[in-house]
């Protein structure tokens, strides 16, 4: 249990850290005005905060920094929201009031302008395989073995997908089977599409469709391919741009990552609803060791439909990132919704 000089102190030098960048002296927490102790009484109470572990002494200088069980006490008990400023504000009113076809583009735009508000890499998982239904699929052929599948969600998302065939397809086996696909399998959620492929779908291919074993395999892999979750960027080399992260080695690790979409997913997934704060090791990746992550859940008719996140230092502005995280996933689930219901 800290006591109320040390909370203040405490919280004076988080601040102070993460305006600056700077290890904080008790010269400068002194001189702040919601502050009246002296530099000394300061350095003492310092140097206890650095003994219980929330504060950390640079080797080359005799100021403190937060350490992470610091920053998460603060988080957990110091943190005072911060009202979102009317500039961003107007510019996520901006991006919702768009008029977007499908919500794959909003996503996108969202991952974006989310990079662009905190200067920071935003990561934005698309709606979820588990709660993702099969709206309709067209199959347009381009060749005498390829063809585009479009696959249409009711979410809004839409992927086209070209696919091979092993040889030549016939047209009518072609129209049999897309009009078998929608008959069978319209709202089946996305991740059991190839489980209903061979379980009902099979038996209605083989009796109208001479190449239905070719089929069936290709299907297989386009709805395969679905299961994956959607990930969108935004400012992926932001973190080139923060003091911590000038060993190139880190921040190599860090970017290769983002080329592994699946790993990505899984890092940044939200285990429930709501806004979660994971501080360096609390991510349990060594990569993320010196980093935080931010996440918030999107829902659609109150049903959880993905996760926006943000990946930036542990010497994060707390209060500003996560009302700005919270604001914006209330304006993108509305915005989902009026989608959903205007359709």
């Known amino acids: 249990m800290l006591t109320?000089?040390?909370?203040?102190?405490?919280?004076?030098?988080?601040?102070?850290y993460v305006t600056h960048a700077e290890p904080v002296g008790s010269r400068t927490v002194s001189k702040r005005e919601d502050i009246s102790y002296s530099p000394a009484t300061i350095r003492n109470e310092m140097s206890d905060?650095?003994?219980?572990g929330f504060l950390d002494k640079p080797h080359s200088s005799a100021g403190r920094i937060p350490s992470q069980k610091g920053y998460r006490y603060y988080v957990d008990h110091l943190l005072r929201p911060k009202n979102v400023a009317k500039r961003e504000t107007l510019d996520i009113r901006a991006l919702m009031q768009e008029k977007y076809q499908e919500s794959e583009m909003l996503i996108s735009q969202s991952a974006k302008l989310l990079s662009q508000l905190t200067s920071y890499t935003s990561i934005v998982l698309g709606p979820e395989v588990f709660e993702s239904k099969l709206k309709q699929l067209q199959l347009i052929p381009i060749s005498d073995t390829q063809a585009v599948a479009i696959i249409v969600t009711d979410t809004g998302y839409v992927e086209n997908q070209t696919v091979h065939f092993p040889s030549k397809i016939n047209g009518g086996d072609l129209e049999r089977v897309v009009n078998i696909l929608n008959e069978r399998l319209?709202?089946?959620p996305i991740y059991m599409l190839q489980k209903k492929l061979d379980s009902e779908v099979k038996q209605v291919m083989k009796k109208y469709v001479s190449q239905y074993n070719m089929m069936l395999d290709v299907f297989h892999h386009v709805f395969e391919s679905q299961q994956q979750d959607k990930v969108y960027y935004g400012g992926k080399t932001n973190i080139l741009s923060q003091p911590e992260f000038n060993d190139v080695e880190r921040v190599r690790d860090i970017l290769n990552i983002f080329e592994e979409d699946a790993l990505v997913s899984k890092l940044f997934k939200s285990d429930g609803a709501g806004l979660t704060v994971r501080i360096g090791h609390e991510n349990h990746f060594e990569p993320f060791d010196q980093c935080t992550v931010v996440t918030?859940?999107?829902s659609l008719d109150g049903t959880h439909m993905g996760t926006i996140g943000i990946l930036g230092p542990t010497r994060m502005e707390y209060p500003r990132i996560i009302s700005l995280m919270d604001y914006f996933s209330k304006d993108l689930t509305k915005l989902l919704t009026d989608m959903k219901q205007s359709e």
């Open 4 to 16: 109320e000089r040390q909370l203040l102190i405490l919280k004076a030098i988080v601040d102070d």
């Open 49 to 52: 905060l650095e003994e219980l």
């Open 186 to 188: 319209a709202g089946v």
């Open 296 to 298: 918030a859940t999107y």
